[in-house]
């Protein structure tokens, strides 16, 4: 008797012990994996235009800087994840048609854009979606005023000439402050 109530507390503890181990690391794993990749790219973009931004204020040069090289930083950071992992920027209003959403995207990014209309949103706001076995954790991107230099509706003569000419499909601009931009996406396989 004393021996098989032994048994089951033991099997129960361990059940337990497993069920907490599957919640502590399954979701919360991934989640704060595909943050470590969102933040990789996002302070690599971020400290390159901020220091172009600071060397010419009227923007042209972090421009440049920006059409020349943000495909290759995002090539360069992805490169250093594992092969399991990506990482990526999208938007409901793309300026670099390569940056294109699919469906799944655009559903993520409508629901901040509601939440941002009905006062519910936060920046904090990290969703995390499982799309045939992968995991993809989005973390949304505000229109700050920095950004409207590029991407507001006040946008300077030679700027804005120099955009149509990059992009001749941009839809990028327009934005005011709050507004959602975009999201960085990180997609982490099953491995
Ligand atoms: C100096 C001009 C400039 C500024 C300032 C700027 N961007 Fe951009 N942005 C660009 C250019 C050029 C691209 C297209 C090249 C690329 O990133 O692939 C772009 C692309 C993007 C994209 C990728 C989606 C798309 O439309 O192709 C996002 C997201 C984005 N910008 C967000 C921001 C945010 C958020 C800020 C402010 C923190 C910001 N940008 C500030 C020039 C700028």
Do not use: W
């Not at 021996?3 to 059940?15: N, Q, R």
């Not at 996002?42 to 421009?63: I, P, V, Y």
């Not at 409901?92 to 294109?100: A, H, I, Y």
């Not at 799944?104 to 076995?133: C, H, L, R, W």
Request: glycine share 6%.
């Amino acid at each position: 008797m004393k021996k098989i109530i032994v048994l089951s507390i033991s099997a129960l503890l361990s059940a337990n012990l497993m069920a907490m181990d599957a919640n502590a690391t399954k979701p919360m794993g991934v989640k704060q994996e595909g943050i470590k990749y969102i933040k990789m790219l996002g302070m690599a973009l971020k400290s390159e235009l901020k220091a172009k931004m600071k060397e010419d204020k009227s923007g042209m040069g972090a421009f440049g800087f920006c059409s020349a090289k943000a495909e290759q930083i995002t090539k360069d950071v992805n490169a250093k994840l594992p092969s399991y992992a990506k990482v990526r920027r999208t938007s409901l209003k793309l300026r670099n048609p390569n940056n294109k959403a699919d469906e799944i995207d655009t559903k993520v990014m409508n629901e901040y854009v509601a939440s941002i209309q009905n006062g519910t949103f936060s920046p904090k706001n990290i969703k995390v979606v499982e799309v045939d076995g992968t995991s993809r954790v989005y973390k949304p991107l505000i229109a700050k005023k920095v950004c409207l230099k590029c991407h507001g509706s006040n946008i300077s003569e030679p700027l804005s000439k120099a955009i149509k000419t990059a992009y001749p499909q941009d839809r990028a601009i327009g934005y005011k402050e709050g507004e959602l931009r975009g999201v960085i996406v990180s997609e982490i396989a099953k491995h």
